[in-house]
């Protein structure tokens, strides 16, 4: 079985400053990892993912997340956030090798921008 | 329509009532899911419906009913709820791994608000 540790429900964050959202995994097999946002009164949208090979991947709205199997993390970080990125950020892991896809998510970070 | 579309947006019911959520994805998919989300808990998957057969089923209790009718299609039938049962139910679509042959994105709808009186 999996889980996954969003430690932070809020992080609190002004216009044009670095942020970093934890994401910690448990899993006895290989996973697949993402970061799912949810703007307010949506569905979840999906942000990044991480299948193989590099393990640093981006989006195409500056966010980026690193893989590190040694401490099971995978922390999302964008290096200047702007007020449109308030939202929910979860985190989510699901099994390799499965045919449909079972997501684990976290409780979710509030990422509150201010001006 | 494009994307993943669920009615109603909003519902609210009294718990002897009778209701369904429906879910309908224009993507091509052939994998389904209803989720329920409740202020600080994880996501649960309820269902997963994936080639047209319901494939997990996570000890949801008798009181939600899913239904599959087609690939596109994806209701979820209510009956005599409880308060506790409020919550933000959103569904999403994938392909499945085997027919994609790689872990696809799901896609989610903009949910269902259910408030049980």
């Known amino acids: 079985a999996q889980s996954v540790t969003q430690l932070d429900s809020q992080v609190p964050v002004f216009e044009e400053a670095p942020v970093e959202l934890r994401c910690n995994y448990s899993?006895?097999?290989?996973?697949?990892l993402f970061w799912y946002v949810q703007y307010p009164n949506q569905g979840l949208q999906l942000l990044l993912k991480y299948l193989s090979g590099s393990t640093l991947v981006e989006s195409i709205n500056g966010f980026e997340a690193e893989f590190n199997k040694s401490q099971t993390s995978f922390h999302l970080r964008k290096p200047s956030v702007h007020i449109s990125d308030t939202a929910e950020y979860f985190c989510?892991?699901?099994?390799?090798?499965?045919?449909?896809?079972?997501?684990?998510f976290g409780t979710g970070t509030r990422l509150l921008v201010s001006p | 329509e494009t994307g993943v579309t669920q009615t109603p947006r909003h519902l609210v019911m009294g718990m002897t009532n009778k209701k369904s959520l429906k879910c309908e994805q224009h993507l091509g998919h052939n994998a389904m899911y209803w989720y329920k989300q409740s202020a600080k808990k994880p996501l649960e998957l309820m269902f997963v419906?994936?080639?047209?057969?319901?494939?997990e089923n996570n000890s949801v209790p008798s009181r939600f009913s899913p239904e599959c009718p087609n690939s596109s299609h994806l209701f979820l039938h209510l009956h005599t709820l409880q308060p506790e049962d409020s919550a933000l139910y959103l569904c999403?679509?994938?392909?499945?791994?085997?027919?994609?042959?790689?872990?696809?994105?799901?896609?989610f709808g903009p949910g269902t608000r259910l408030t049980v009186l």
């Open positions: 419906y994936s080639l047209e057969e319901r494939v």
């Open positions: 989510a892991v699901s099994q390799r090798n499965t045919g449909f896809q079972k997501l684990v």
């Open positions: 999403a679509s994938s392909q499945d791994l085997r027919t994609s042959g790689r872990p696809d994105e799901q896609f």
């Open positions: 899993s006895s097999v290989s996973v697949y």
